[in-house]
């Protein structure tokens, strides 16, 4: 009797609930509060926001026609019902946050991305103690982040990016010890990158389009996935130490002002996909003593960079490598047989390059006969802009692109006849 009655206990108690829940007042107040705080002109109608009607008790009508959305509850204590989600993403709403106190000390997640909220984040965000995903990507925030959003030690996810948010991050972001992924990107955050090597959790960083200073800090977790710092002012040299992230899969560094060499350890690291390192001033490629063989790596991008030498061999022999430029460099030498072997013609168990961008280098000696031999379209190959003098036009990647003239050529150095 029991056992078949057990089945209908959630569904009684869903039914009886609602007769006695009451949403706490101070969450109704600051619900009525944001509400209040709205530009009235952005609440389009049929929005969530427009079914807010506080003539009724919130959390009891939620998903009635007067509330019809927005937020979720939980029945906490004895039928007192804490709001715990507020989700207010692309609805147009428009507002400063600043004037509501958010006193919600049940709250979980609080999504208000893609609107027009404005001005700062309130100091007061650092009471939502039990906040792990906080989303304010895509609006118009401006200011600084306040040091105190460093206490949100639940916080799991935070997205910042795309605002106008500036200043540095608030070192006391390493008190955001639950922290997996953090988002930064599209702002106008300045100043030198916090050492966030104690978040234990962190696998996603992106802080792609800022205005980030200085080296890179000394420290990542151990954790970490991606690392996305495209496009910011960083200088100095990639330290060694990264290729022992053990579970990097993507790094992407391009658009900086990183100098010296390229460390080997990122071409032996065993589980990195994606290297780009384009638009810096690396002058070398440090070879690993692997010689590639035990990278992951399918992609490389060191375009844009001031490389100097020979096209680095190795790069050919890593068994996944399937998209390589090395573009606007200043390589010299003759194409290596092994690059054409491996995108024309790849070893069993070898994927083929598919991408081989070597334009605007100073590379010159013949074409390797494997790469004349290939048909069109089979790979996207491009050699224009070197010193390549014997490139016919007939050979599709010579097409289209001029060699540099001789006199350049003989410029750039005696080795070149
Ligand atoms: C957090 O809430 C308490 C009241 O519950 C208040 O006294 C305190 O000032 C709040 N903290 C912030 C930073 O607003
Ligand atoms: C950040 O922007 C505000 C205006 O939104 C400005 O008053 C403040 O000086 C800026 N701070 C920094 C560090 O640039
Ligand atoms: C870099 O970011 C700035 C904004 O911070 C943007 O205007 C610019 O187009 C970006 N440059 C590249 C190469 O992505
Ligand atoms: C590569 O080999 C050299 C000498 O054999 C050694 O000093 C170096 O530590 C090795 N590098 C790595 C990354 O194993
Ligand atoms: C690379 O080549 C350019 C053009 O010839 C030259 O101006 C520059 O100094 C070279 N850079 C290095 C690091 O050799």
């Known amino acids: 009797m029991a056992s078949l009655l057990l089945p209908l206990f959630p569904l009684l108690m869903a039914l009886l609930l609602p007769l006695q829940a009451k949403t706490h007042w101070e969450d109704t107040q600051v619900l009525k509060q944001l509400k209040n705080a709205l530009d009235p002109t952005s609440i389009p109608s049929g929005s969530c926001l427009e079914s807010w009607d506080f003539s009724l008790d919130p959390c009891d009508n939620l998903f009635g026609h007067k509330f019809t959305c927005g937020f979720r509850c939980d029945d906490v204590v004895s039928g007192v019902s804490r709001v715990t989600d507020l989700t207010l993403d692309h609805a147009g709403y428009s507002a400063s946050l600043s004037s509501v106190f958010w006193n919600l000390p049940f ?9 027009f909220f404005s001005g700062p984040i309130p100091n007061s965000f650092s009471n939502l103690t039990r906040l792990r995903s906080l989303s304010l990507s895509s609006n118009s925030f401006s200011g600084e ?47 030198a990158f916090p050492d966030l ?72 690291h065993p589980s990195l996909e994606q290297l780009t390192l384009s638009f810096n001033q690396f002058s070398a490629v440090e070879t690993p003593n692997s010689s590639g063989a035990r990278s992951s790596l399918i992609a490389v991008d060191l375009s844009d960079n001031e490389i100097t030498g020979f096209l680095p061999p190795f790069l050919a022999l890593m068994p996944k490598l399937s998209a390589l430029s090395l573009e606007n460099n200043n390589f010299t030498g003759m194409i290596p047989v092994l690059y054409a072997f491996k995108t024309a013609k790849p070893e069993p168990g070898m994927s083929p390059l598919v991408r081989l961008l070597l334009g605007g280098n100073y590379l010159f000696g013949p074409i390797p006969e494997p790469l004349r031999l290939m048909k069109p ?40 006849p």
Not at 160 to 181: C, D, M, Q, T, Y
Not at 209 to 228: C, I, K
Not at 236 to 262: A, E, K, M, T, W
Request: aromatic content about 10%; proline content about 5%.
């Open 145 to 191: 982040v306040p040091p105190s959003i460093g206490s949100l030690s639940a916080l799991e996810e935070l997205y910042l990016n795309g605002n106008g948010f500036n200043g540095s991050i608030p070192a006391s972001f390493v008190g955001l010890v639950s922290l997996k992924r953090l988002e930064l990107q599209s702002n106008g955050f300045t100043g």
């Open 377 to 416: 379209d089979s790979a996207t190959v491009t050699l224009a802009g070197n010193c390549l003098f014997r490139c016919p036009t007939f050979l599709f990647f010579c097409q289209g692109g001029e060699q540099k003239s001789s006199a350049e050529c003989r410029s750039a150095g005696p080795v070149i």
């Open 197 to 268: 090597g104690v978040l234990k959790n962190l696998y996603y960083l992106d802080g792609t389009d800022n205005g980030f200073s200085g080296e890179l800090p000394a420290g990542f977790p151990a954790s970490l996935v991606q690392l996305l710092m495209r496009n910011n002012s960083f200088e100095g040299v990639v330290p060694s130490s990264i290729g022992d992230l053990g579970n990097l899969q993507v790094v992407d560094l391009s658009h900086n002002q990183f100098s010296g060499s390229v460390p080997a350890a990122l071409f032996e």
């Open 107 to 115: 709250l979980q997640s609080l999504d208000f991305s893609n609107n």
